[in-house]
C-alpha cells in the first residue's frame, strides 16, 4: 500500500467557507487524501480564499508567493485556489502566480477528484462553471467519521439582493435552496455521528425556499421545525440573514421554537436612511428596528448581532451619526464592522469615495462603542444561569469550554464534563472574550 497523500487546507472568510473546507477535504479523502495542519508536509495545498474586501483577497496572493518557495522542497506538491477568489478572477490567479496549478470555483468542488488527477498528471486545471448537477449529492461525506458537537450545514447559497457594495450575487451566484428531505438527511447524519447544534448557512439563509416532500416550497422557519423533531439534536442556529426577509414564521419561531437558539446576527450596514437606499438595501433604519421590535417581543432574551459598514461613498458625518445611533438603540451582543472596501464590477465602486482617513476615524469610534455594548452585556450575565454545550478542554487542568445559548464563549472551571455534554452553569465573571462559569447542578 502506498502513504496516503496529505492535504493541507487553509480556510479564508466566511462560516460558508469552512463548511465547504470539510467538504473538500472529504471528498479528497476519497482520493487517499489525509489531512495535516503543517503546510511543509502538504502534497496538495488549497486555499479556500474569501472575495469580500480587497484585503481579504490580496492576502491569498501573498500567502501564494509565500507558499510558492515550498514548491523547490517538494517537486510533487500541488498548489489549488478555491473559493471566491478562484471565481471572480479565474485564469488571472495562474497568470498572476505561475505557481497555483489548481483553481475552483465553489459551485465546482464536487469535480475535485478529476481536476486532482489531472494536476497529478503535470497538467493545470480550471472549473469556475456554475454546473447544472447537484454538487451537495456528489459531496456526500464518508459515514461514520466522528464529528465535534456543533456543525455547519448550509442550506442555501447565493444571493439575489444586489447591495450595491457586495461581490457575493456575482461570486456565488443567483440564490438557491437545498431541498428539505437532503437538508434533514444531512442534519440526522451529523446528529449520528455526535452532533448536537447545527447552524444552518446561507449568504442569505432566511430567504431559504426550499422543495418540500411534495414538492411545495418551503420557508426557513419551517425547515427549522423538521429539524426541531430529529431526537438527539439538541440546539439550531442559523446565519446569515437579511432584515427584509425576517418572516412573521421565523419571528414566531424564535418565541416557540425550543432548540432555536436566542440569538440572531442580523446585518443592517448603516442607521441611515440615505446610505441604505445607496446600498441598495431597500429596507430603512426604522423598518430594522421594527423589525427587531417583534423579535425581542416574542423572545426578550434573544442576543442581537449585526455587521457594519463605515466609509461607504457620500456618507457624511451626520450618516455616521445615524449608525451610532442605531447601535445604541439596538445594543449588540456581538458586532462585525468593516471599512468599505471597493470592489470593481459593483456599482458602489464608482462613486464618489470618502477620505480614508475619515473611514478610519469612524471606524475607531464604531468599534468603541460596539465594545462597550459587548461588555456590558457579558457583565450583565454574571450570576445569571446558562446551559453550556462543551465543545473542549480549556487551559487549566479540569476545565472545559463551550458555548452558551446566546453564543458567548464559556470556560468552566472543574467541570467534570465530557465533549458534546450540555450542561447547566451559573456565571462567575465576564473576561475581555469569554464568560468563566461553574457548573450549577453540583455541590
Ligand atoms: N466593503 C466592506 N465591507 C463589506 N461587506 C460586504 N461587502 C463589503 C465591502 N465592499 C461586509 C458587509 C457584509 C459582511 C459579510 O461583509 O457588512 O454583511
Ligand atoms: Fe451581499 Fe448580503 Fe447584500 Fe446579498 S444581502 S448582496 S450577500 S450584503
Not at 438557491?176 to 446528529?191: F, I, K, N, Q, Y
Not at 444552518?200 to 423538521?226: C, F, K, M, R, T
Not at 451626520?318 to 445594543?331: M, P, S
Amino acid at each position: 500500500m502506498t502513504a496516503p497523500k496529505k492535504l493541507f487546507v487553509k480556510t479564508y472568510g466566511c462560516q460558508m467557507n469552512v463548511y465547504d473546507s470539510e467538504r473538500m477535504a472529504e471528498v479528497l479523502g476519497e482520493q487517499a487524501y489525509e489531512q495535516t495542519d503543517v503546510p511543509e508536509e502538504a502534497d496538495m495545498i488549497l486555499l479556500n480564499t474569501c472575495h469580500i474586501r480587497e484585503k481579504a483577497a490580496e492576502k491569498v496572493y501573498s500567502e501564494l508567493g509565500r507558499l510558492k518557495s515550498l514548491k523547490a522542497a517538494n517537486p510533487d506538491l500541488k498548489i489549488g485556489v478555491a473559493g471566491c477568489v478562484a471565481q471572480a478572477e479565474g485564469e488571472e490567479i495562474m497568470r498572476r502566480q505561475p505557481a497555483v496549478d489548481l483553481v475552483v470555483g465553489p459551485q465546482s468542488y464536487h469535480r475535485l477528484p478529476q481536476m486532482e488527477a489531472r494536476v497529478r498528471a503535470g497538467k493545470t486545471a480550471l472549473d469556475t462553471d456554475f454546473p447544472e448537477e447537484d454538487k451537495f449529492d456528489k459531496l456526500k461525506s464518508r459515514p461514520k467519521a466522528r464529528r465535534a458537537p456543533a456543525a455547519f450545514l448550509t442550506v442555501q447559497e447565493g444571493c439575489d439582493k444586489f447591495c450595491a457594495f457586495c461581490v457575493v450575487p456575482y461570486t456565488r451566484g443567483a440564490e438557491t435552496s437545498r431541498p428539505v428531505t437532503r437538508v434533514l438527511d444531512e442534519a440526522r447524519d451529523l446528529v449520528d455521528r455526535g452532533v448536537r447544534e447545527i447552524t444552518l448557512l446561507g449568504q442569505n439563509v432566511n430567504a431559504y425556499h426550499g422543495a418540500g416532500p411534495d414538492g411545495v416550497e418551503q420557508s426557513l422557519a419551517q425547515l427549522i421545525w423538521a429539524l426541531n423533531d430529529i431526537d438527539g439534536l439538541e440546539r439550531i442556529r442559523f446565519t446569515t440573514s437579511h432584515p427584509n426577509d425576517m418572516t412573521d414564521d421565523l419571528i414566531d419561531a424564535h418565541g416557540t421554537c425550543e432548540k432555536l437558539m436566542p440569538y440572531l446576527h442580523l446585518p443592517v450596514q448603516s442607521g441611515s436612511d440615505k446610505i441604505l437606499k445607496r446600498m441598495n438595501r431597500s429596507h430603512t433604519a426604522e423598518s430594522y428596528l421594527r423589525v427587531i421590535e417583534k423579535i425581542r417581543a416574542a423572545r426578550p432574551d434573544i442576543l442581537m448581532s449585526g455587521d457594519f459598514i463605515v466609509g461607504f461613498p457620500e456618507e457624511t458625518e451626520e450618516d455616521f451619526q445615524a449608525t451610532l445611533d442605531l447601535i445604541e438603540a439596538v445594543g449588540y451582543g456581538y458586532a462585525y464592522s468593516f471599512k468599505y472596501s471597493t470592489r470593481p464590477g459593483t456599482p458602489a465602486a464608482e462613486r464618489p469615495q470618502v477620505d480614508p482617513e475619515v473611514a478610519d476615524a469612524r471606524l475607531q469610534r464604531l468599534q468603541t462603542l460596539i465594545t462597550r455594548q459587548q461588555q456590558q452585556i457579558q457583565e450583565a450575565m454574571v450570576g445569571r444561569s446558562a446551559r453550556v454545550l462543551v465543545e473542549k478542554p480549556g487551559r487549566e487542568p479540569g476545565q472545559m469550554v463551550g458555548k452558551s445559548e446566546y453564543l458567548h464563549a464559556v470556560h468552566i472551571d472543574n467541570s467534570d464534563a465530557d465533549i458534546g455534554d450540555i450542561v447547566p452553569v451559573r456565571i462567575t465573571a465576564a473576561k475581555r472574550n469569554s464568560l468563566a462559569a461553574v457548573r450549577a447542578d453540583q455541590g
